[in-house]
């Protein structure tokens, strides 16, 4: 059952879904309602019907003005965050979030990608949100300066841009932690020419660094959407009733604070 208001999710392919970030907001307790504006889907007026959004990745470009569901969702943006609801940016979604915000999306200078599995570190704010470094799923070559008024949550060598906060509850992720080994089999064969741009890693190490690493990401997350949404402690044990092997108890800046409320998949990117 529900506890609150769906939340919205929003994906840019009719094949996409939500993946771990779908399962882990399921598991808290709450419904989603999904929406691809790319095939013609609105986006709502307000936000007075849902808990929060999340928009994923894509192809495109959040400087692709010429489609006009990209222009749409730029505007829809500032709606959103005026809304002060929980806003969650991935990829394509914290590009489209840093250039509403006044930031400009821009390629890497020396054309360097990150696709695969790399290692981000939190900066000093960002302790609260990441305790230390964690290895995460990658695939983009594009990257966001900081917009004004942000605070950089978590940096890399490549793209030192990886996690930002903006207000008390806008996150934009460069990374995918919503990625699970299905989506990386379809990515790495449905993307496979993509593969051999610089800075991208082989399908054999995508595969091998998915089994190493994805269970630490799976436990951050949760934990990030957890507080993130507020989600009551019930929640929180009943999802660890079903995975003992990543629960455990919270220290202090093992997870973000609790927000206090006032009132076939060919997504690659």
């Known amino acids: 059952m529900s506890i609150s208001l769906p939340i919205l999710v929003v994906v840019h392919q009719p094949t996409s879904n939500p993946g771990r970030v779908g399962d882990s907001l399921r598991a808290l307790g709450f419904d989603l309602d999904v929406r691809c504006p790319a ?3 609105p986006l709502p007026a307000t936000m007075q019907g849902h808990s929060a959004v999340v928009v994923f990745g894509g192809p495109m ?4 003005d010429h489609l006009d569901f990209i222009r749409l969702e ?3 943006i500032a709606m959103a965050l005026a809304s002060e609801k929980p806003y969650l940016g991935i990829c394509l979604g914290a ?3 840093a250039r509403a915000l006044g930031a400009a999306v821009v390629p890497h200078p020396t054309g360097q990608r990150e696709i695969g599995y790399y290692p981000i570190l939190p900066t000093p704010p960002g302790l609260a949100l990441l305790p230390g470094p964690l290895m995460v799923y990658q695939w983009h070559q594009e990257g966001f300066t900081l917009p004004v008024g942000s605070h950089l949550l978590a940096t890399g060598s490549t793209f030192p841009h990886q996690a930002f906060r903006y207000g008390r509850s806008a996150y934009g992720l460069q990374f995918h932690p919503e990625i699970t080994t299905a989506m990386v089999n379809h990515w790495t064969t449905a993307g496979a ?3 051999s741009y610089p800075g991208a890693q082989g399908r054999a190490y995508h595969l091998s660094q998915h089994r190493l690493y994805s269970p ?4 951050w997350l949760h934990q990030f959407l957890a507080g993130w ?4 402690a019930e929640a929180e044990v009943a999802w660890g009733r079903y ?5 455990h108890r919270s220290g202090p800046g093992s997870t973000i604070a609790h927000r206090q409320d006032s009132s076939p998949m060919t997504e690659i990117g």
């Open 39 to 41: 095939q013609g889907q």
């Open 61 to 64: 470009s959040a400087n692709d």
């Open 74 to 76: 730029l505007d829809w």
């Open 95 to 97: 590009q489209l979030l």
């Open 193 to 195: 020419e993509q593969l």
């Open 216 to 219: 630490g990401v799976e436990c």
């Open 229 to 232: 949404m507020g989600a009551p």
């Open 243 to 247: 995975h003992p092997a990543h629960s």
